[in-house]
């Protein structure tokens, strides 16, 4: 079987859009689930607006299309940031990163269900805002 291919143009502003626009869109879905006490999907969309904010950075660094990745760590590694963070924000990247999969696997969403306490989603809740709000500022610059 022959493999297809294509190449396709991409435009670069638009797709950084693409990213800021989603990105707001999703933190309100993130602020309704805090109100609403969904911790569990409300963490789940905190990963989601960092994936898609350091996206939107790499396109813009890069001028290409960013990697098909669900990674914070791998993600924020093809950025310029990466060597702006220190030790314990790596950390809790790592613990957020693992709210993409906790969030997605039937098997894995009960136990993270039962973690995800007011007390234990608070921390993550506000960690992810400001790091957005970090992350942004550094997009909206260039």
């Not at 991409?10 to 999703?26: A, G, S, V």
């Not at 396109?59 to 060597?83: A, F, G, N, V």
């Not at 220190?86 to 999969?101: G, H």
Request: glycine share 2%; charged share 30%; with cysteine.
């Amino acid at each position: 079987m022959k493999k297809i291919t294509k190449n396709l143009q991409i435009n670069i502003p638009k797709l950084i859009n693409y990213y800021l626009k989603t990105t707001e869109h999703d933190l309100e879905t993130v602020e309704s689930l805090w109100r609403t006490k969904r911790y569990d999907a409300c963490l789940f969309f905190c990963h989601l607006v960092l994936e898609k904010t350091l996206k939107g950075i790499i396109t813009q660094e890069t001028k290409i299309h960013p990697p098909y990745t669900h990674h914070l760590l791998d993600l924020i590694r093809k950025t310029s940031l990466h060597t702006r963070l220190d030790k314990n924000q790596w950390k809790i990247l790592s613990d957020i990163n693992e709210f993409n999969v906790a969030g997605r696997y039937p098997d894995v969403k009960l136990r993270f269900y039962k973690k995800c306490t007011k007390e234990y989603s608070e921390f993550y809740y506000k960690f992810t805002k400001k790091f957005y709000l970090w992350l942004k500022q550094h997009l909206l610059k260039k």
